[in-house]
């Protein structure tokens, strides 16, 4: 990759993605240099027949493709209205009759309600995000903006641990917590976040703030600011762009996360969702699918919601860091 | 520019390789505002960096060695860690459920990541600039790999796989009579590759990425000199993009090597049927969490990460020979 600077790299992809008529002609020239000259600003469909046969060929493909792919998750929305027999006989997507009474038996199937699990997925969530967002931001001002001693080797032990294994650490943390007394409280999930341990986030920033120009530091230090204020009234407006990336990565990911979830929460009045659908599965083997899907609906609900809301930072944020 | 790039040129900087000076000095700091800024800001770094430090000595650097101590005990929670020299490893190696599921984590990643690879280079390729609906294509693929490692997934798949679930009532209504997926040893697996390779959208945004970097100006010459669409596939996309396919296939490795939810889910927390789905991670869990033998657990994942590493360094190393640097 040859383009360093993120928010530069971040907006001329996304600004090339979301392309519109100039560049869609632009790129039909490219497929077929040596066919009819385009119209300047023309449209996909200015072509010859065997160009438009291979479009809509193309189109076909790809569509069938999207069916395959969204199709699972459409029939699971489906089969959360049916009985459950019914889930087992129906591979369709029509609905003759709704019953949302799956719903209603879902959310009452545990000991607790399914409100409770959703409050401490919530509660679980927001520490996470807030601990990211602060510590994140801390050290990446540090390594982007700052020279100190023994940086290089810092920053190189940062990346490095972006992709060590969790589960090289996971006993002596639990072991750790444990001892703490933490287990079955969210504190092994939040206290972490705190202390910049999701390094991929210090990277993302870092990659950001590199991106900021520096003259605006520097003003602020002949005003008399300090690194402090430099930080937080120069910097961080700056790069919210990649702080709204991480609240929606963080959200996602804490969210979906099941391995630490289920070695921490053992005990149900302080399971989160993934946990609590998990028992759910253990607990019906073999009967109430109507009733299961319903809350799975309803645990990926949010999900789906983050992605509608932040789709644009979450590309941005794979396109230029790329990871998940 | 990706962590892994810039890891590799932390790395390449050292040992002075002239090609890739230009890259990383355009990352690291700029050679004038270094001059500019020629004091050290220890104090306030120390300040900015003491979270970070704090959790990589007690969150990640602590535990490391704690564990690699603990694998050479007998470690139950209860008792005291009991020192044991190389014993763990030496069970392990006549240890038939650990073969089997390193062997089964292996299949996984060396059979989904390629697949989950090249599919996401196909439909990158597809989606070209300015096609219609590109942005509605972009976000159907790009869901399900949001979606992918949720608990919520894993269950919609051990019904679809299952034996009158999804899959087989479609398969019926072609005629087909498909076998019980999951339930079967030979095809359970095969099963949880699947929804692995259904995650491909966010390599494929990663290499939607990538391919728009390349200039156009490549593909009008190669075409004027009468190149094929194969031939432009070989020459100029596959040599532009090989750094961007090395660094999905590094990062895709290791995240695969990880893979637990989908096994424990769909197995019910068993690895079944007859192991087939016993993940490394999962026999990890089951020891280490199910039985708390912690020693062998801890060396087990010593073993992991020693094998992850071995995998990325070969991954470096083989990069040589075919990745190709256009700066």
């Not at chain 1, 990759?1 to 001329?12: D, N, W, Y």
């Not at chain 2, 010459?221 to 070989?234: H, Q, S």
Request: proline share 5%; hydrophobic share 50%; aromatic share 14%.
């Amino acid at each position: 990759m040859t383009t360093e600077a993120a928010p530069h790299t971040a907006h001329r992809v996304t600004a090339d993605a979301t392309a519109s008529a100039p560049a869609s002609s632009e790129s039909r020239t490219r497929r077929a240099p040596s066919r009819a000259p385009r119209r300047p600003g023309g449209g996909d469909y200015a072509a010859t027949p065997r160009q438009r046969v291979k479009s809509v060929l193309k189109h076909t493909v790809l569509i069938a493709t999207a069916i395959v792919m969204i199709y699972p998750l459409l029939w699971m929305i489906v089969s959360s209205f049916r009985p459950s027999d019914d889930v087992f006989r129906a591979p369709g997507l029509w609905l003759t009759q709704a019953h949302p009474e799956n719903y209603a038996n879902g959310w009452n199937a545990l000991t607790s309600p399914f409100a409770t699990y959703l409050l401490n997925s919530t509660i679980v969530v927001l520490g996470a995000v807030v601990g990211n967002l602060v510590s994140c931001s801390m050290a990446a001002y540090a390594f982007a903006r700052l020279n100190f001693w023994g940086k290089k080797w810092m920053f190189a032990a940062m990346l490095v641990t972006i992709m060590l294994p969790i589960h090289v650490v996971i006993v002596p943390q639990y072991i750790l917590f444990s001892q703490l007394g933490w287990v079955n409280t969210f504190a092994p999930l939040i206290v972490p976040k705190f202390l910049a341990t999701d390094a991929f986030f210090t990277f993302l920033m870092v990659q950001f703030i590199r991106g900021i120009p520096r003259e605006l530091d520097e003003a602020a230090r002949i005003d008399g600011a300090g690194h402090p204020r430099i930080f937080l009234r120069v910097i961080l407006p700056l790069m919210t762009p990649a702080l709204a990336t991480t609240t929606i990565f963080t959200f996602i990911w804490t969210w979906s996360d099941f391995f630490s979830q289920l070695i921490y929460l053992t005990s149900p009045d302080v399971f989160t969702v993934p946990v609590a659908l998990r028992a759910f599965v253990d607990a019906q083997s073999s009967t109430d699918w109507g009733a299961m899907f319903a809350m799975s609906v309803v645990s990926l609900l949010p999900v789906f919601i983050a992605f509608l809301i932040g789709q644009k930072f979450l590309i941005k944020g794979i396109a230029t860091t790329g990871i998940k | 520019m990706s962590a892994l790039a810039e890891l590799g040129t932390l790395g390449k900087k050292k040992g002075g390789r002239g090609k890739d000076a230009g890259a990383a000095s355009g990352t690291s700091e700029p050679k004038g505002s270094r001059a500019k800024v020629s004091k050290k800001d220890n104090r306030a770094a120390f300040v900015f960096l003491a979270p970070w430090i704090v959790g990589l000595v007690c969150i990640t650097i602590g535990p490391m060695v704690m564990s690699l101590y603990l694998s050479f005990t007998d470690y139950n929670l209860i008792q005291d860690p009991n020192f044991i020299g190389f014993d763990n490893f030496t069970r392990m190696f006549g240890d038939g459920r650990f073969w089997n599921s390193l062997g089964v984590t292996l299949t996984y990643v060396i059979v989904g990541v390629p697949l989950q690879l090249g599919l996401a280079l196909a439909v990158a390729m597809a989606l070209d600039k300015g096609l219609k609906g590109l942005a509605f294509y972009r976000s159907i693929f790009y869901l399900p790999s949001l979606l992918g490692s949720s608990v919520a997934v894993a269950i919609l798949w051990k019904q679809m796989f299952g034996t009158s679930g999804l899959v087989n009532q479609l398969l019926a209504m072609v005629g087909i009579h498909g076998p019980g997926w999951i339930s079967d040893p030979s095809t359970a697996l095969g099963s949880i590759i699947l929804l692995h390779v259904w995650t491909f959208g966010s390599p494929m945004i990663i290499f939607l990425a990538g391919l728009r970097q390349i200039p156009t100006m490549y593909y009008e010459a190669a075409a004027v000199d009468g190149a094929g669409r194969v031939i432009r596939f070989l020459k100029i996309t596959l040599p532009l993009l090989s750094p961007i396919i090395f660094f999905n296939l590094v990062l895709q490795i290791i995240g695969a090597f990880q893979s637990f939810t989908q096994a424990f889910i769909v197995s019910g927390g068993t690895g079944g049927p007859s192991d087939s789905t016993m993940f490394f991670t999962l026999y990890l869990y089951q020891r280490g969490f199910g039985q708390f033998d912690m020693g062998y657990a801890s060396a087990m994942a010593w073993v992991l990460l020693v094998i992850v590493g071995a995998f990325t360094a070969i991954n470096f190393y083989a990069s040589k020979f075919w990745v190709f640097y256009d700066d």
